[in-house]
């Protein structure tokens, strides 16, 4: 298979290019807004492009004819936690990513996003993109991915948009469950025991199911934690304390049936990142790059997906696993039945 390219906007902490990087691609440019992240991309890798600019300022046209346009546009416009706006809201970063594809033509598009929007509510706003990009030589779906499904240790299901130019659609899979999900124990006991806490492997015994959805946080709320009080007394049923980061792992003073708390890199392994794989910035900054992140594994099982058919190495035994001939009204009722049987977190 020959190298493909990829442009990857509102980039964030790295996950879904660092995954499309697992899947081949290599990277014509990333592309995002913060400074911090900015520097966590350019920290591990040097050799990527990195633009740091809104994106509403940023000129696709010299990178026309990549393979595969990416990222994860934000999710306020949609997010539960927000106001639900749509497209009404000022913040929707959608229409500049259409731009985008207009102004490049890829062959491929792949962009994530929060499950709410799969919530009814959104029904004609999806349409609309779905509408343009048909209109623009693409066959596209939207599909909800658990993390879980993919190796990742908590559910987070993520609403994924895939579009493919219609000679390579057909040649489409969505990828299916690849492999069951270590514990968060499983995940953390060797950074939970790194400092002498004696703790730590009984407390891995206690940790022995996934994780709830890691939540990241905006700029417009305080420090990090682990999210709402919902998801903090799912934290706490795995003995972890959620209402803080912790700067370090437990000592060995901390008690051994005490409720630890999750550091930055611990939270970077519950989201599928490697260690080796550092965040720049203060805890805060850190964190809610780690915690609005695209994980890794499931990126990368997508890019996959699109690089086999891209390459046309690929074709769907079940039309329905793939992109060609499905109804809209089809893909809208298939989005929503996947979120009603997602456990929310």
């Known amino acids: 298979m020959k190298k493909l390219t990829a442009l990857e906007i509102c980039a964030g902490g790295g996950g879904q290019a660092l995954g499309l990087e697992f899947a081949g691609f290599g990277h014509a440019a990333v592309v995002e807004i913060d400074q911090a992240a900015c520097a966590t991309l350019r ?17 696709g046209r010299p990178f026309k004819g990549i393979d595969l346009l990416a990222g994860g546009v934000p999710c306020p416009p949609v997010s539960i936690a927000g106001k639900q706006l749509g497209s009404e809201d000022e913040r929707d970063l959608f229409p500049e990513a259409l731009r985008l594809v207009k102004e490049i033509k890829p062959r491929g598009v792949m962009l994530e996003n929060v499950r709410g929007l799969a919530d009814p509510k959104f029904a004609t706003y999806r349409g609309q993109i779905l509408e343009q990009l048909d209109e623009l030589g693409y066959r596209s779906a939207w599909r909800l991915l658990n993390a879980s499904d993919f190796g990742v ?11 493919l130019k219609h000679k390579y659609a057909s040649k489409f899979a969505w990828p299916s469950r690849i492999q069951d999900p270590p514990t968060v124990g499983d995940t953390l006991v060797v950074l939970m025991g790194s400092r002498g806490w004696k703790g730590a492997n009984s407390w891995a015994k206690f940790a022995g199911t996934i ?39 437990p000592d060995p ?36 790059q780690v915690g609005n992140a695209f994980p890794p594994p499931v990126a990368a099982a997508v890019g996959k997906a699109i690089a086999h058919a891209l390459s046309g190495e690929s074709r769907p035994a079940d039309p329905r696993a793939g992109l060609s001939e499905l109804p809209l009204l089809e893909l809208m009722s298939r989005g929503t039945k996947s979120r009603r049987t997602a456990k929310a977190t």
């Open 211 to 249: 994780g709830p959805t890691v939540v990241g946080g905006s700029k417009k709320h305080g420090g990090p934690d682990l999210g709402p009080t919902r998801a903090r007394r799912q934290w706490a049923q795995l003995r972890v304390n959620g209402l803080s980061i912790a700067n370090e792992a």
């Open 43 to 59: 920290a591990n890798r040097p050799q990527w492009n990195v633009v740091e600019c809104d994106l509403r300022s940023f000129d």
């Open 153 to 163: 240790p908590q559910l987070r299901p993520r609403f994924i948009l895939v579009a």
């Open 253 to 288: 003073d901390f008690p051994l049936d005490g409720l630890p708390k999750l550091t930055v890199q611990m939270v970077a392994r519950i989201q599928g990142f490697p260690d080796s794989w550092q965040f720049v910035g203060k805890k805060t900054a850190a964190y809610r």
